[in-house]
């Protein structure tokens, strides 16, 4: 549940479950937990990887002062990269929101997240946590397209949650791997491309070199901003990137926030 000053999330932390509140503050950050059980380091942990906080922006507000950008050091100052720190559900939500728009990715993903996921309900509301795997070892897919999943994406989804069950690909020994050895494994997974393996390593592992190429938000921002032209050259694109390296992944966040006021298939 999202408020003006206020995000609320339950949180699955191994065999436990959390009800946490983050609110802003003048310089800071409060976090309470409302509801079930984590210890203050656990706390700490998820939400200093959910919301990126140990990353300094000043070298990229930098980058973004000496380019054509610069007017976002003020615009969108402070955004900070809203990480997906489950793997599976990062890959889940990218398969999810593959050639829809993102108002029906949103819908399908709810309806997924309130029929497998783990209930608790809190001053009237419910709140979910993403599926494990291990919920969806009896899931159909007849199941997933009453729900309105096309039968590739049912597909893609039953696959992918087996493969993690059987150890086919594992977050924490991912996390130990290379940026590239990452990006081979995730590629070898059905129903996973450049844009998907990119954006996970983006969210998931915060890999800020790692570029959603492919991503229409991100060419109608490039083409507002008169960088790009033509949304095949793939050249022109990756020339502009290099001008802020190590940054790829933030100046992509800037470009999406940049479309705040018109449509945007940005996930």
Partial sequence: MVSPNEVRRLVRFSEKKALISVKEGNKNLRIELLAGDAFEKELRNYITK????????????????NSSL???????YGLRMVGI???????????IGQ?????????IKRRFVEAYGDKLSYEGV???TFPQ???????TMNDLKEMQFSRQKADYILTLAKTFIQGGIDQDSLSSRTSVERKSELLKLKGVGEWTANYVLMKTFGEMGSIPFGDIGLFKALENHQIITDRKDRKKIEQFFESFPGWGGYLT????RSLANSDSSAL
């Fill in 99 to 107: 050639q829809i728009n993102l108002n029906f990715a949103y819908k």
């Fill in 253 to 256: 966040l800037y470009l999406w």
């Fill in 70 to 76: 610069s007017y976002m050091t003020k615009d969108f």
């Fill in 85 to 95: 720190p489950d793997l599976f559900e990062a890959i889940c939500w990218c398969i």
């Fill in 126 to 128: 419910d709140f979910y």
């Fill in 133 to 139: 795997p291990e919920q969806l070892s009896m899931v």
């Fill in 50 to 65: 959910w919301f990126d906080l140990n990353r300094d922006l000043n070298p990229f507000y930098d980058q973004l002062n």
